[in-house]
Nanobody, 127 residues
Framework: QVQLVESGGGSVQAGGSLRLSCSAP????????MGWFRQAPGKEREFVAT????????VYADSVKGRFTISRDSTKNTAFLQMNSLKPDDTAVYYC????????????????????WGQGTQVTVSS
């Protein structure tokens, strides 16, 4: 059973920052695009950001563009989500996911396309 492990969640005031991390087994991380999704109370899980296997391509949800940055470190088999200028609407459980990807394939925002998921980490932003 492949396990992705998120960390870095917590509580912060509006305007603050958090950095989420997602570690994956090396055999998975090296061949996968990585994505972040979130689920707020009473809402469906939604796409936040994704980064290609090579790290050269990134896509963001409109709601987080200019505030969040996704990155990856192949030496640590870890993906990151830097979240700045946080708003109360960003409150949610954040999940990372991996998707096996050939180098030339485009990244995807489709949740169903992702193979493995983490357990989630809570982010709470107070006004």
């Amino acid at each position: 059973q492949v396990q992705l492990v998120e960390s870095g969640g917590g509580s912060v005031q509006a305007g603050g920052s958090l950095r989420l991390s997602c570690s994956a087994p090396g055999r998975i991380f090296g061949r996968s695009a990585m994505g972040w999704f979130r689920q707020a109370p009473g809402k469906e899980r939604e796409f936040v950001a994704t980064i290609s296997r090579s790290g050269s391509n990134t896509v963001y949800a409109d709601s987080v563009k200019g505030r969040f940055t996704i990155s990856r470190d192949s030496t640590k088999n870890t993906a990151f989500l830097q979240m700045n200028s946080l708003k109360p609407d960003d409150t949610a459980v954040y999940y990372c996911a991996s998707k096996s990807q050939i180098l030339t394939a485009p990244v995807t925002m489709e949740e169903r396309a992702y193979d493995y998921w983490g357990q989630g980490t809570q982010v709470t932003v107070s006004s």
